[in-house]
Structure formats: C-alpha cells, structure tokens
C-alpha cells in the first residue's frame, strides 16, 4: 500500500503561521485531506480536494499540493488549533483504498 | 445533516470476535462508501477498510485481509464490521466514516473495543 509520511510533533507561537507536510507517491495522483484530531475525539475534516474547507472551517485552514508533497498551513495559529492533524489520500494501488498519514502533534504555544 | 451512529463499548477475550454497527441518517446511504477506520491507544489513524453499498465488494487493507468482513445492510442503512480472532493488539477506537470523492466528511463517535482475558 501507498505511504504517507508526517513530521511527528511541531509547535507554533500563537498567533503566528505553522505548516503541516504530508510527503508520498500518491500525492501525485491524488489531492490529500486533512483531519484535525483532539483528545477523546472524532477526526474533523478541515481540508479537501484541491484546497477546500467544509462548512464550519476557518479560513485561516489551507491547503497546497507541489508534487508529492502536500501541505496544511494556518495562517494565525490560536489556541484552538492545537491538536493532532492527519493527511489522507486515495492509495495509488487502488480508487476504492485509502491510507492515512502518521500523524502530527501541534503544539501551539 | 447526516449522522453516523455507532454501537457501544465492547470487551471480548482474545480469540473471540467482535462486530460493530455504524446506522446512517440523513442524505443517501446506498450512494456513498463507508470506511472503517481504527485508532489504537496513543497511535495514529489506520484505514482498515471499506464498502460502496451501490457497488456491493467491500476492500480491505491487505493486513486485515481474511480476519475482518465489513457489509452493509441498505434497508437499514447500517454498515458492520466485523474482526475475528482478536488479540491485544485490536484493543482500539474503531470509527466509521461516510466516503466522499476525495475525504471522509462525515465519521461515528467511535467504538471502544478492549481485547482482554
């Protein structure tokens, strides 16, 4: 199965902007989504497609793909954000299969 | 607004199985997949597998290939997921999630599953 790859752990001063990277092959084929993930609780989806943010999502959420390299960037991190993000793209071995990156842990101090 | 609910907790002994329901409410259920995710303690997020119920196969990752089933009834608009021979190692959250063309936009609260004699 395909791979993603996260940093593990990235920490951002309040109110300044962090990037999240999310590194594999099928990110040439396919978009990565992105999922926020706090204690106790469900993923919440924050980026899809090409750079996409459902309902209820902050503008200060986005999303870039540059080869196999996808990225989340918040633009004025707050206290909020600071959670666990998850990439995730459709697997190159197949539509109907998905693969989650590790995860990272930010930290917004 | 769609909701997906799950069953509740769930403690089995190793060897045993387990099966988890995921009901779908609002929009259309048959027209959309629904994946199944799992989260071991302290881990991160693992695709296990998923279903189209318009398209019937369901897919697996291929660790999982042989120990886990995952259907879908329409008319009741649930999906389940079951694993077998359980060990340790499958105490885990394990959620449902609503496929769309590129995210899952819509997840269950989730299933707590504890393998332990």
């Known amino acids: 199965s395909s791979e993603l790859t996260q940093d593990p752990a990235v920490s951002v001063a309040l109110g300044q902007t962090v990037r999240l990277t999310c590194q594999g092959d099928s990110l040439r084929t396919y978009y990565a989504s992105w999922y926020q993930q706090k204690p106790g609780q469900a993923p919440l989806l924050v980026i899809y497609?090409?750079?996409n943010r459902p309902s209820g999502i902050p503008d200060r959420f986005s999303g870039f793909t540059s080869g196999d390299t996808a990225s989340l960037t918040i633009t004025g991190a707050q206290a909020e954000d600071e959670a666990d993000y998850y990439c995730q793209s459709r697997d190159i071995n197949g539509v109907h299969l998905w693969v989650f990156g590790g995860g990272t842990k930010l930290t917004v101090l | 607004q769609v909701h997906l609910v799950q069953s509740g907790a769930e403690v089995k002994e190793p060897g045993s199985s387990v099966k988890v329901s995921c009901k779908g409410s609002g929009g259309t259920f048959s027209s959309h997949g629904i994946s199944w995710v799992r989260q071991a303690p302290g881990q991160g997020l693992e695709w296990m597998g998923g279903i189209t119920p318009m398209f019937g196969s369901p897919n697996y990752v291929q660790k999982f290939q042989g120990r886990v089933t995952i259907n879908v009834d329409e008319l009741r608009s649930t999906a389940y997921m079951e694993v077998s021979s359980l060990s340790s190692d499958d105490t885990a959250v394990y959620y449902c999630?609503?496929?769309?063309?590129?995210?899952?936009?819509?997840w269950g609260q989730g299933t707590l599953v504890t393998v332990s004699s």
């Open positions: 999630a609503r496929d769309g063309d590129t995210a899952m936009v819509y």
């Open positions: 497609g090409k750079n």
